[in-house]
């Protein structure tokens, strides 16, 4: 169904039409002024300047041909040129029942799909998941859902860190320890254990382990790189090896993802762009846009009006080593190939953009991406801070494990709820404290605008009152518990028709619910996960002002008692449907 910006975008269209104007110009949308009215058109302000009349006398021509129109309680001309509209009370309860009966609850998919591919996760194998990985996961995984709910076909690819000096590393350090494992025997070349020699809990002792050496020690450096070059080049040992590494590690990544509630599409990695790597090098050549600059080769990306230097794009180290820039480039060639995105967006730290901003030139320069047929974007997100308002640490000062954010968070929630008292079993305080930890962590990444760094706090991400995750869960507990009291008390009830709204806080409540679909445009058309947070953040507001008000289960019209009803109901299924875009659920009691 057509959003209520629209329907009354239609009829404004028809008056100006109607009126002698072009019709385009009766675009309305929710009023900036809500103090003054619900919706609002500024299209005779723009009319003024074609038809050289004073906007005024255009936007009274318009309101002229909207008297008597049965949508509008209001719609008036104001000075310089404004429309100021109002909806009329029934045409908002007959637009909730059609909400209601709309399991897109009044949001339509475009009409035009595209297809994305999502770059985000971005994790590197053989590394745990820390808090700096989180907002990439959080934030990807909500624009994720929300272009699928617009219609979008969206392929979300982890894009694993899988290639690099680490994995060299790990070799090295494994051969030092274990030299006579058959992975280093020049002499066997295959049928190589299936059984990998370390577990995820060795790896993790064994990388960081072999990062330190290899920074203190030029001659393991040397060595690791060396075996880098060789797992490249295809030595089997090494190939055998690194294989290990990634299985042992996706397993732990995806046990590690999933109680994120976040899940990929695709689990490639830079690895598998690499067969890509020599055609593009030599078109790049051959096409006249890579040169050769103190032995490496380089393609110029700077325009004429950076205001910062753009150093010209990598492509190939003097020694002839892959860089970051190249296998981005070739990872771009392989998705157009396999998916011909419309677009392919990167969530990733918004330190990288100067990497992103050359990879983007340097794909659309040289012809890799048709700029017309294919955009690339970048959403650069903030870092997570701590109270002292540098990056997250642990108290020791390391980077903490995802895992145990989740667990301190779940941990908190719990400790909350048991002193607060808790009819609840031990084992449903537990499972909601998951839910609603979680909750709290998403909640507190998504409620900022990506680009911003925030400020981690404990206490405030799991407080039940203000702008938090548990708040939103708590209203939906409330309603579910209303409902739930609503059903014992009145078994045979059949659903009541919605009515019109009586009173400022049920308008609001009835406009806010109007507003969905516009929150979910805005969170897709901007990248910005924020725009749906802050909507049902206001939604959620709306509904507990309107219960302070109404007695709803005490309520002696049974009318009004009933349309009560269909009407929380309604707001229920429109935050749960927006949190689960967010990528949480709401637990049942809490
Ligand atoms: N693995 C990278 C890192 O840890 C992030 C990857 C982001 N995605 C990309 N296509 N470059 O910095």
Redesign the pocket.
Known sequence: MKKLADQITDKVCMAFEAAGYDPALGRCTPSNRPDLCQYQCNGAMAAAKVYHMAPFLIAQAVVEQLAGEEMFSKAEAVRPGFINLDVAPAYLAQWMEAVGADPRRGSDPDSQPKTIVL?YG???VAKPLHVGHLRSAIIGEAIKRIARFKGHTVIGDV?L?DWGLQIGQIITELKHRQPDLPYFDPAVTEGFPEEPPFTISDLEEIYPCASKKSKEDEAYKAEAQEATAQLQEGHPGYRALWRHIINVSVSDLKRNYEKLNVTFDLWKGESDCQPYIPPMVEKMKADGYAYLSDGALVVDVAEEDDAREVPPCLILKSDGAAQ?ETT?LA?IIQREEDYHPDRII?V??KR?ELHFVRVFRCAYKTGLVDKDKCSLEFVGFGTMNGKDGKPFKTREGGVLRLEYLLRDVSDAVYEKSKTNGSDLSEAELRQIADQVGLAAIKYGDLSNQPSKDYIFDLNRFIAFEGNTGPYIMYTMVRIKSILKRFQEASPQAELGRILPPEGQKETDLYLTLARFSDAIDDAYEQNAPNRLCRYIYDLSNCLNQFYAERNILKEPDPEKQASYVSLIRLVLKVLELAVDLLGFQAPERM
Do not use: F, I
Request: hydrophobic share 10%; aromatic share 16%; no cysteine.
């Open positions: 770059d971005g994790p590197n894009h860190g970051y981005d990872t990167y990733v730290d990288q």
